[in-house]
């Protein structure tokens, strides 16, 4: 399980991100999209594996808002672990919410550690999703949950040149597979009941007002901080990603797998 390595979530990144999604959060929709995500669990009490955790906000929204027993969040960048830890310190929650930096590659826990494996928005940087499902299986118990979210592109071919020139804009290290990339992978590993859900519609019309919000006041705001120049970069961004998430090559999916018992 491998990731193109580099720190790509530095400060201004994540004070840019932040200003758009929420605190703690770089990836869209807060802890509503959370809540949606994890709609049809029963999460009391569980212990969960929270790969890619990010900046914290997930993991508070998990313990906070549906009684997870213990997150223990995963990153393998410094300084987003050290934004998260600081707001899990402010929220008085490290008793619940342990973050750990990990190296790419195998998951650094023992099999069957975990009754959830949750991510969100970011297993798009591991490019190997049959070597990821087969990690994220053997580290779960038996009756445990895949549940996760992340970025698709809607087909197993070379990216169109609009999607090509959106990756590029984004400067991110993406590893993008197809949902039938996907459903293979979780169920070449072992997993049951494998749901694979889009949330292209949902997110062509959010994009749309995260950038107006970019171009208003949240990008006047956030250019305190950042920059003008960066809010900029990150308009031509969004104004990249609407078309590629229109033609559907874009797609934001949720994805859903059992370990059997």
Known sequence: METQGGEHYHG????????????????PGG??????????????????????????GIDIALVRNHGVGY?????????????????VARQSLGARIGLVKVCPGPLPF?????????????????VDKHAL?????????AGG?????????GHDGAPSPAMAEYIAAEGLDFGMASPRRYED???????????????????????RTELERLRGAVGAAAARSVGQDFVDENIAIW??????????????THLRATKPR
């Open 133 to 141: 499902m087969l990690e994220v299986f053997r580290v779960l118990k």
């Open 185 to 207: 992978a979780m169920r070449s590993a072992g997993f049951v009941d494998v749901s694979v859900t889009s949330r292209n519609a949902w997110y062509r019309n959010q994009a």
């Open 31 to 56: 802890p509503e999209e959370v809540a949606r995500l994890v709609a049809d669990a029963d999460l009391t009490g569980a212990s969960v594996l929270d790969i890619g955790c990010g900046a914290g």
């Open 145 to 153: 949950r895949f549940i996760a979210s992340d970025w698709l592109i």
């Open 239 to 252: 104004s990249r990603m609407i078309p590629v998430l229109d033609s559907g090559e874009h797609c934001p």
């Open 71 to 87: 997150v223990t969040g995963i990153d393998v960048e410094d300084t987003v672990l050290a934004s998260a830890r600081a707001l």
């Open 110 to 126: 023992p099999p069957g550690t975990f009754d959830i494996v949750f991510s969100k928005d970011s297993i798009v940087h591991i």
């Open 12 to 27: 201004r990144m994540i004070d840019m991100l932040q200003a758009v999604w929420g605190e703690g959060f770089l990836s």
